[in-house]
C-alpha cells in the first residue's frame, strides 16, 4: 500500500546568535511560533553558550550580535555549511566576500516599511535637489551611524551621484526611526520610516530564513533583493 498524499518539508533547523539580547529574544520568539522552523540553538556569552555549539544542528544561523563578532560567526557557520542571515551592522560587509560552503544575506534592516523606504528615497533622490538623512536610535545601539542609514545613503548615491549627509540621534524611549528630508526650490519632501516595536521586523527576518538558503548569489545585501 503506497501513500500518495503530499510530501511535507522538514522544517527549517535555526539558530540564533546573540539570543540574549533584545532583537535575539524577538527572533527566538518568532522562530518557534513558526510552523516551518524549529529553534536548535541559542547562542550568547550570557547564556554561557557559543556559536560553535548550535551550529552542529543547523540549517540556518540568525546573528543579531555586535559588529566586533559578527564577520567570525558568520565565517564559523559558513565553515560549517551553515548558511547565514545578518542583521548586525557596523563591520565591514567586503570581508564576507568569497565565503564558501553556505550563503550569507546581510540586511541592515529587516522592516518591510523601511525597505520601502530606501526604495522611495532612492527613486526621489534623482528628481530632488539635494537629501539629507536624519536616523534616530535607542541609546544602546553600538553603530554610528546606523547600518540603514548608510544603506540608504548608498544607494541614494548609486543613483544620483549625491553624497547624503547624516545624522544621528541616539536617545531612551526610541526604538528605531529615520527620515531622509529632500530639499528643492520652494519645497521640502520628507520620507519617514518609524518601527515601533521590534516585531516589525520579525516578518522581513522569517522571510529571509526561508529564502537564504536558494539564493542563485553570495553574499547578498538588503532584504529588498527577496521581495
Known amino acids: 500500500m503506497t501513500n500518495d498524499g503530499p510530501v511535507l518539508a522538514a522544517p527549517i533547523r535555526v539558530a540564533v546568535a546573540g539570543a540574549a ?11 518557534e511560533d513558526d510552523g516551518g522552523m524549529v529553534l ?37 557557520a559558513a565553515a560549517a555549511g551553515v548558511n547565514v542571515v545578518i542583521g548586525t551592522t ?36 534623482a528628481l530632488m535637489e539635494a537629501a539629507e538623512i536624519v536616523e534616530l536610535h535607542h541609546d544602546k545601539k553600538l553603530d554610528t551611524p546606523s547600518g540603514t542609514a548608510a544603506r540608504t545613503a548608498d544607494l541614494i548615491n548609486q543613483a544620483s551621484g549625491k553624497d547624503v549627509p547624516i545624522h544621528s540621534v541616539r536617545l531612551p524611549g526610541l526604538v528605531a526611526h529615520q527620515e531622509v528630508i529632500f530639499g528643492g526650490t520652494g519645497e521640502t519632501l520628507t520620507i519617514r520610516h518609524d518601527a515601533l516595536d521590534r516585531s516589525s521586523f520579525m516578518p522581513g527576518v522569517l522571510l529571509a530564513i526561508r529564502r537564504v538558503g536558494d539564493l542563485p548569489s553570495s553574499p547578498v545585501i538588503g532584504l529588498e533583493n527577496l521581495l
Open 21 to 31: 539580547g533584545r532583537m535575539g529574544t524577538a527572533v527566538c520568539e518568532a522562530v
Open 40 to 76: 536548535v540553538g541559542r547562542a550568547d556569552h550570557a547564556l554561557g553558550t557559543a556559536v560553535a555549539d548550535v551550529l552542529g544542528d543547523a540549517d540556518v544561523l540568525v546573528d543579531f550580535t555586535q559588529p566586533d563578532s559578527a564577520l567570525s560567526n558568520a565565517r564559523e
Open 90 to 125: 557596523g563591520f565591514d560587509l567586503g570581508e564576507l566576500e568569497g565565503l564558501s560552503g553556505a550563503n550569507v544575506l546581510v540586511a541592515p534592516n529587516f522592516a518591510i516599511g523601511a525597505v520601502l523606504m530606501m526604495r522611495f528615497a532612492t527613486e526621489a533622490s
